[in-house]
Nanobody, 122 residues
């Protein structure tokens, strides 16, 4: 069993940056695939970025070039650096751990954090 906890959300203005963190406890990330997803009010949860078991990154088209996902295995922490934020990035952001090959489909992930709110004002 792995427990995940996100932090770093907040209220920012358009164009600002934020860095989200996701810390794992109980067991290390190991060979799990890991990812960030987000859910805006009234919308389905959507893929943002992910790492497969070899830490190869993948991004949703909507965040490519603005967001960067990374992981520090020594600290058992995954990050999402978000730059040039837009109002449409407003959502609750979740980190997740799942299949080692990784997936854009949130339904395939096994473990989830509680989420952190990101609000971008125009």
């Amino acid at each position: 069993q792995i427990q995940l906890a996100e932090s770093g959300g907040g209220l920012v203005q358009a164009g600002d940056s934020l860095r989200l963190s996701c810390t794992a406890s109980g067991r290390p990330f190991g060979t799990y695939g890991t990812g960030w997803f987000r859910q805006a009010p009234g919308k389905e949860r959507e893929f943002v970025a992910r790492l497969n078991w070899s830490d190869t990154p993948y991004y949703a088209d909507s965040v490519k070039g603005r967001f960067a996902i990374s992981k520090d295995n020594a600290k058992n922490t995954m990050y999402l650096q978000m730059n040039s934020l837009k109002p449409e990035d407003t959502a609750v952001y979740y980190c997740a751990a799942g299949p080692s090959v990784g997936s854009d489909d949130w339904k395939t992930y096994y473990f989830w954090g509680q989420g952190t709110q990101v609000t971008v004002s125009s």
